[in-house]
């Protein structure tokens, strides 16, 4: 190996390093620091994002990226780590400086615009500030190129990904979706949600996901739980932090909520040690992320055969809570479905219909067939259409998600790609380990997180998502594994 | 003001934040990290200095001072950060780069094998790369030139202060201490220490340190306190963070641990919130520092007035525990004093003589006078002269103390010129506060906490330790306030 590669590997691990501390800083800012503190974690945000965009930029590093790519001796993980860097590169180089900055400030404003639109349900007040993201945005996507620009956007968080192929496996999941959502509406035997909305004190919670992180092989050793108002993941490799919060009355929110963020864990933690820090060993995207914590979530976590040996451990660390429950109608009770206006309270049978809608409004945005200012009646209108209901203020409707205004267009996408990959992994899964059912039935979680591993945390990022599914599942992403599961699940839950 | 100044201000504030993330990393590695992490953290903070490093060395930055340094218009603050920057400039970019890594290597060894050799008591094993790292600080000092080796070591921790003005205070204040120790050995009523080694419950030497360090006027708001091996105070401005240690069964670590800790914390909590980001607006110098944390810790923490007002709160925090133990019997066991071996472990009398002897041995090795494979013997016999015992094995003596190993050579005088300056200042609060007496006696510990912001902490780095110690105090650094104080007070309490 000549010393160019070694320089410019070298050069994206070092990169590596410091997105591992601006994530560090991130968590902190979450999770540890004093409520004084905001300014200054501003400030070493900023000087942290000016290092690696000087980095990122550096000629050198463009230099070092020719000379590669004319280079016909590298090997497998050579050439995606060259290519997962060009990708970057690019992006990098192609956007001015003054866009970053006018962005940087454009975002800040708006989410600061945003807070207080959604607390005096205002969009008026927010739509200007809205419009303003919006319109730098399409201006990066343009400064990228490369024809359409929410294509572009959406290579950001799911390389190789664009709105077509999202458009036509959207439009059939759609369909069947909401047709599932009507025969769920009049099942012959609905469950009920009264045994999770018992108390449930606090330290036992934290007691039981624990003990349920370890059943799934999270390692504490490499990572720590702790508390925030919104549950994240942070880190990767050795040192893979998750943070849950805790609901006494409502058992759902740490414990699926623990469920997930470990999902995203084990993918951090069962990346290839030796290539986590090169540009290929990272993360595939954020959807095939969002199906390693959708998987064990609500594939695992909302299964009953999950259930057939974790329910009586379950019931040992809330002693005579669910005396009265046996194990069908707590199956059932974690499976309660009804169309709700707020995405992140979504059920697994609504939740993609949520994210479909914004998929829907963000292309029309993009595309100029649809105004900042019209975005409310637009969204009223999806809601009607898609989930049977509408919001009777903007608060719970257009103005509910932070995304937008931080300048995340492209991203909701990435939600829903992982609630299907999740299904088609699972379907895979099952294909390799025929009694996988059976082992789940025993408590044995690990088989999964094995195969799993092998197949996909290993791999970090040497193929695209496309391919990475297509290898595992021999199939294209779609929603058929996905639908099958839901319809699967809630007729027998819901009988019809 | 031209854009000169903007543009030079601007980047050492981007260092500044910077710095702020490497503390915060190292201080993430010793309270949250989960074990794992070593290696990672290694790689962030490997990178965060190479960046660091490179900012300080960019040729802008070298014009920039080289402009300013000819500027006539320049005003008090603006010459200090010049003065500042330029310090610290010079030294980082006479130092080749190939240095700053034989050392990052040399030390990554030594503390290593130093680890190693304290273990096995094996001072030979880790001699050469002892030697080693002697070698590299003396080949650095040289770098950076100016005469004496050692004037440039200490001029990092303590900037403006040489060795000959430490040889000159320091050999009176070794005579006066080693007298005093005698006459301690010889008192007519040694005090006890039992009433402190008894049982103080964690949770409620945590409750008593948390209230204290609010009546100190730390705010908690802009700090908290964590648990970590090794106390120590990180952070600064609206972020400053304190940990400590508890030994149930000596109260002293944590309670003492803490008021020295909260000392540090204040100091930065009350830098100039608009200059606490510039050159001259951080912390003086460690042995200001250090000055701060004593104070608190011996000159308030360990009177007799501050426990007039403080000892019945603390009797509440431990019901029952201390009721046969009336107040002076409490100062007594809060006071008691006898020569040991171990320098972090040492009381306020003895412990400037632990320093004067590794100031000593240092000053000899720096000038050749005394070479690594002798250190043992010259410890033994430095040992027995000023503290009149001596350690049986190394692992208690020459190998106790870490700083060596890591290269900090000029850095243990600090300690000491800390006790010293806290003694000098305190005597100047009492001028300035004739009533400080009553009003530590009923509790008020804000008054002076407001003269220490004023006089000092608000200054930051805008004069020299020795010239802020004058302005504030009208003396030149001297052991006479120190001396005063410990003989006032132990002849007081032992009787003699």
Known sequence: ??????????????????REVQELVDWDQQVMMPPLGTEQKGFQQAALAGVVHSMLTDPE????????????????YQRA???EAKREWEKE??????????????VALAQGSWLEARKNNDFSAFAPFLEKVVAITREMAEAVGGGNPYDVLIDDFEPGMTENVLKEVF???????VELNDKIKGGSHPPTQEPVTRFFPRERQEALCVFLAKEMGYDFNAGRLDVSAHPFTSGTGRDVRITTRYDERFLNTALF???????????EQGLDPDRYRDPSGQACSLGIHESQSRLWENLIGRSRAFWVHYYPELKRFFPGVLDDVDLDTFYGAINVSRPSLIRVEADEATYNLHIIMRFEIESDLMAGRLKVGDLPAAWNAKSRELLGIEPEEDANGVLQDVHWSAGLIGYFPTYALGNLFSAQFMEAARRDLPDIEERLEKGDLISLRKWLGENIHFYGRLYL??????????KKPSGDALMSSLEGKYSEIYGF
Do not use: Q
């Open 1 to 18: 190996m000549t010393s160019t590669y070694e320089r410019f590997i070298e050069k994206w691990r070092t990169i590596h390093n410091l």
């Open 61 to 76: 590093m463009g230099e070092l990226i020719e000379e590669l790519s004319l280079r016909g001796d590298l090997d497998l």
């Open 81 to 83: 780590n060259l290519r």
């Open 93 to 106: 180089t192609k956007i001015p400086a003054r866009l970053v900055e006018e962005r940087a400030r454009a």
């Open 171 to 177: 439009s059939t999941l759609k369909g069947r979706l």
């Open 257 to 267: 909520g623990v469920m997930h963020e470990v999902g995203h864990a084990l993918y």
């Open 465 to 474: 998502a496309e391919d990475l599914c297509e290898k595992v599942t021999g």
